[in-house]
């Protein structure tokens, strides 16, 4: 099979892209002296999270007990949930999974903390505890001063223990501007450092200071301190990450293949991907590579809106196969059911797509 043999709208994957991203990840980390616990949120594919394991990663993230389960199914034993736990159902959930590998989460209140503790108890099993730490995202996470009083509670019951703290700088990322980027960064990485100063200073170790996201990690992996690092965009990249300098046109693994469905006017087309492909979360459009002069402007549910200029107007016709590279890979990946891998042309694989759509 080939690429002329896929249709459209695919998701295309250069298997040498993936690879070397995977190994360059790898040895980043080994450099700064920090294991690599990559998220893998961002392809949801097991047959990926073991390309990263097998080049030398301790372990994974994933986002929801849904997605842990498909790993786990898969084989993979050490997984962290880097996401509160919360509820009956999860809890049931949660410790039939800790029967079965080494499984920790993430926790930001006493009040989870105890529900954790009860259940695992009562199920005979143990949980590890990473402490969420609101490091400026101000979305989950405890204050640096008082996370402190969620770890000694952790050390103190039966069923869960202290993995470490988590500090996600993920707010860190979003700004265009360089120094903005490295000034937020060293704001959340004082922060999560606090927490821990205070936790050492009660008598606390946390075994691992987790951080990092592909935006970021370049500069949160060289304080002194971190000892985990979690990024999972990486693996394919996109054009959120190229226009932050964490990526390069050269790095983006993934492209969506489309096609030319509709062209009733010189200066536009439509192509057969609209947001149920792409996804908009972020507000951005893809970017159209291989061809100048096309430019995405619009969506509908099943229709991209292309705007034409210069030799594009002529040089682009009905039926032709136009590549883009998602703003934000995440959402993209999780509309579609499969991934393509190429070597050159030459499909190689077909990798389903088995945690797409766990958000539970």
């Known amino acids: 099979m080939y690429k002329d043999d896929v249709d459209t709208p695919a998701l295309l994957v250069d298997v040498n892209v993936l690879h070397r991203n995977i190994e360059e990840m790898v040895a980043f980390s080994k450099r700064f002296?920090?294991?690599?616990?990559?998220?893998?949120?961002t392809h949801k594919v097991p047959e990926i999270a073991w390309m990263q394991l097998k080049a030398g990663s301790s372990g994974i993230c994933v986002q929801?007990?849904?997605?842990?389960?498909?790993?786990?199914?898969?084989?993979?034993?050490?997984?962290?949930?880097?996401?509160e736990v919360v509820g009956r159902q999860k809890m049931i959930r949660l410790t039939r999974l800790a029967e079965k590998i080494k499984l920790m989460v993430a926790a930001d209140s006493l009040e989870n903390v105890l529900e954790l503790a009860k259940n695992c108890r009562e199920a005979g099993v143990e949980v590890g505890v990473y402490i969420d730490v609101d490091c400026g995202m101000h979305r989950t996470g405890v204050i640096p001063e008082v996370a402190w009083e969620i770890a000694k509670k952790v050390t103190e019951l039966e069923g869960i223990y202290l993995a470490g703290v988590m500090g996600y700088e993920g707010?860190?990322?979003?700004?265009?501007?360089?120094?903005e980027r490295i000034r937020l960064i060293d704001e959340a990485m004082k922060a999560t450092l606090k927490s821990v100063q205070v936790m050492k200073s009660k008598g606390i170790e946390p075994p691992e200071v987790s951080v990092g996201s592909s935006a970021t990690v370049r500069v949160s992996a060289q304080y002194d301190g971190v000892t985990e690092l979690q990024p999972g965009m990486?693996?394919?990249?996109?054009?959120?990450?190229?226009?932050?300098?964490?990526a390069t046109l050269e790095t983006c693994a993934l492209h969506v293949l489309t096609t030319v469905m509709s062209k009733t006017a010189p200066d536009r087309c439509v192509v057969d991907a609209g947001s149920k492909t792409f996804h908009l979360d972020m507000g951005r459009y893809p970017i159209c590579v291989g061809v100048e002069g096309v430019e995405m402007y619009k969506f509908s549910e099943e229709h991209g809106w292309v705007r034409l200029l210069g030799e594009a107007q002529t040089g682009v016709r009905l039926g032709d196969r136009l590549e883009f590279i998602p703003y934000h890979i995440c959402t993209c990946v999780n509309q579609f059911d499969k991934i393509y891998a190429l070597d050159g042309d030459r499909v190689v694989n077909i990798w389903e797509i088995k945690a797409r759509g766990r958000v539970t």
């Open 234 to 246: 990486y693996v394919f990249n996109d054009w959120y990450l190229v226009e932050r300098e964490a």
């Open 171 to 179: 707010h860190a990322g979003t700004p265009i501007n360089r120094e």
């Open 33 to 41: 002296d920090k294991k690599l616990r990559p998220h893998v949120k």
């Open 64 to 83: 929801k007990l849904g997605e842990a389960e498909v790993m786990a199914e898969a084989g993979i034993k050490d997984i962290f949930v880097s996401n």
